[in-house]
């Protein structure tokens, strides 16, 4: 799991922030951490109830632009959703090539490359799953991608 790197918001070094809500006393709050590491070691605790019971929420992804890209394959697969779930296109794009790179002596196929190619590039999600659904991206035979959208199970 990659550490954290701050990232520069209007000159501003920011840390990543965890939004949480407390289901014994019914308040939200954000948990600050300097690396995933942090996180994933920290017991999250409500700073108001001392409760451990915390449901964590998404209230919004950014995904740093800069000129060191991500290293997308060493996140795990909570980050990950959270690219797809962000609805950066490029971002998708750039994680679906970083990964497919590392699947050894295996072809993804022609949708899976086009399809990646297509996000980078900056083609909306939406019509790159139509076209995925329409067999627009490949040949037919390819085996289509699981719909990755939240709520929907693969």
Do not use: W
């Amino acid at each position: 799991m990659p550490s954290h790197r701050p990232s520069l918001a209007n000159g501003n070094i920011t840390m990543p922030s965890y939004t949480f809500h407390c289901n014994s006393c019914h308040r939200d709050l954000t948990l600050f951490y300097k690396t995933y590491r942090q996180y994933d070691d920290a017991t999250h605790t409500c700073p108001h109830c001392q409760s451990t019971d915390l449901t964590r929420t998404i209230t919004s992804v950014t995904i740093g632009r800069g000129s060191s890209s991500h290293d997308y394959t060493a996140m795990n697969a909570n980050q990950m959703l959270s690219v797809f779930e962000s609805g950066d296109s490029k971002a998708v794009g750039e994680m679906m090539k970083q990964v497919g790179a590392t699947v050894p002596d295996s072809n993804l196929g022609e949708n899976y490359n086009a399809a990646a190619d297509k996000l980078s590039s900056g083609a909306s999600m939406d019509s790159v799953e139509r076209d995925l659904r329409n067999n627009a991206l490949g040949k037919a035979s390819d085996a289509p991608l699981p719909d990755l959208r939240p709520g929907k199970k693969p």
